[in-house]
């Protein structure tokens, strides 16, 4: 499908691959700020400006995206381009909008491996962490406020708090159970579909789009686990491919999951380490889960040197980002039916909800280790306590925690300079430059 043909209302004209291609590269390197950021930016060039979607179709894509594990604006991307060009569009759209920041995210990974225990660096760091706790409460908010319409969004909340920070639950279970109920006693959906429409696409068909992108995903992976010396290889492409499975709820929600176990259960990073990972995620356009190459890349980096860095990074790249293929072109010919499923809105609400007691650990669990340099954890039977050590409470962190708040909820600054700012004021406090 070389050409596409969009009636955005005024004319009915085609599409080329070449145009749509200039714009996803576009898309790839202006994607800063997050998911909600990024999908804003898609509905402005795709559906205001071009007219190459309409509402509905752009809505009920972003419906199915969510409902999906994985990064859902790089999914809606995909989607996009495959609405105009087949498989070979969404390829394309897919793929600019996560090469541009996965090179500039490996670039960075490569210079913190050798360059990280500088003072200036961990200066500039520990600013950016400051920051990036800000933004992840910030997150915290604006999630609540569309999850948490209903007491019972409150109540599944406030249980998967406990259970993944307290009761230290993992967070698959913790959105399986979630969607379980959501999907059969229901959680109130605020948009009950009116009818539901009709799709004609062979089983067969889609039965033979999974096998294919199955065989694609997991064929590498085996062989690098066979073929490979370095068993680290053959961990990271079991871990992100199983991350790649669990992941509903956006990135701050996948962040919890991630760090926890590549910090306590795996030992591959420090706590430290994970917080300057997603600062750079931050800073970069792409996905804000591009952060995974950086522990793949640093993991790697650490057993074997640079060779085997960027093996791992590719190895993370591969597991996380090829599983959103297969969501989408198995499920894209479906969208506008699944989208109007009351039961499967029932599960997204209730995931949704769960997500918000995720984040809330996260934003927990970072604040503990940005601004304490110790913390212990304690185990009292099923319970995990993490108990900070008050004589290294860092007040450096604070005070650039209040100003980045200041800036982002008060003034309204943008993302990007708020980080600038935080990590100037990371130097100077540190070095007083």
Not at 81 to 87: S, Y
Request: glycine fraction near 10%; hydrophobic fraction near 60%; proline fraction near 4%.
């Amino acid at each position: 499908m070389a050409e596409a043909e969009v009636t955005n209302g005024r004319e009915s004209r085609q599409i080329s691959l070449r145009e749509a291609s200039r714009l996803w590269a576009k898309i790839g390197f202006l994607s800063y700020g997050g998911p909600a950021a990024q999908i804003a930016l898609m509905h402005k060039l795709i559906v205001e400006e071009r007219g190459w979607l309409n509402e509905r179709q752009y809505l009920s894509a972003l419906s199915f995206c969510m409902l999906l594990p994985g990064p859902e604006a790089m999914q809606l991307a995909t989607y996009s381009g495959w609405r105009l060009h087949g498989v070979r569009g969404g390829l394309i759209a897919g793929l600019m909008f996560v090469l541009p920041g996965a090179l500039i995210m490996l670039v960075f990974g490569m210079v913190y491996a050798y360059f990280g225990n500088v003072p200036l660096v961990s200066a500039l760091f520990l600013g950016v962490k400051a920051a990036v706790l800000v933004i992840v409460i910030e997150a915290l908010l604006r999630v609540s406020k569309k999850a948490l319409q209903r007491s019972q969004h409150w109540v599944i909340a406030g249980l998967a708090f406990i259970g993944i920070f307290i009761l230290a639950l993992p967070f698959p279970l913790l959105v399986l159970i979630a969607g379980l109920y959501g999907f059969f006693v229901g959680t109130g959906s605020l948009e009950e579909p009116k009818s539901v429409p009709s799709t004609n696409v062979r089983w067969t068909s889609t039965l033979a789009t999974v096998v294919i992108w199955l065989a694609i995903w997991w064929v590498p992976l085996i062989l690098v686990a066979l073929l490979a010396d370095a068993a680290i290889l053959a961990q990271l492409g079991w871990f992100f491919s199983k991350l790649a499975v669990v992941t509903f709820g956006g990135a701050y929600a996948v962040l919890a999951y991630m760090a926890q176990d590549v910090v306590n259960l795996h030992g591959w990073l420090a706590a430290g380490t994970m917080m300057d990972g997603l600062g750079l995620a931050e800073t970069t356009p792409g996905p804000l889960i591009l952060v995974t190459q950086f522990v793949g890349f640093l993991s790697a980096f650490g057993q074997g040197g640079l060779a085997l860095g960027l093996a791992g990074a590719v190895v993370t790249l591969w597991a996380t980002f090829v599983p959103c293929f297969l969501w989408i072109f198995a499920g894209a010919p479906y969208i506008e039916w699944i989208a109007a499923q009351p039961r499967l809105r029932g599960a997204l609400t209730a995931i949704t909800a769960a997500v918000v007691g995720v984040i809330l650990n996260l934003s927990v669990w970072f604040a503990l280790h940005v601004f304490f340099a110790e913390v212990e954890q304690r185990q009292l039977g099923p319970i995990t306590l993490w108990q900070p050590v008050l004589y290294s409470l860092d007040w450096r962190v604070i005070v650039m925690a209040l100003v980045s708040a200041g800036l982002l909820l008060r003034l309204r600054w943008g993302m990007m300079r708020v980080l600038a700012m935080a990590a100037a004021m990371g130097v100077i406090l540190t070095l007083g430059l």
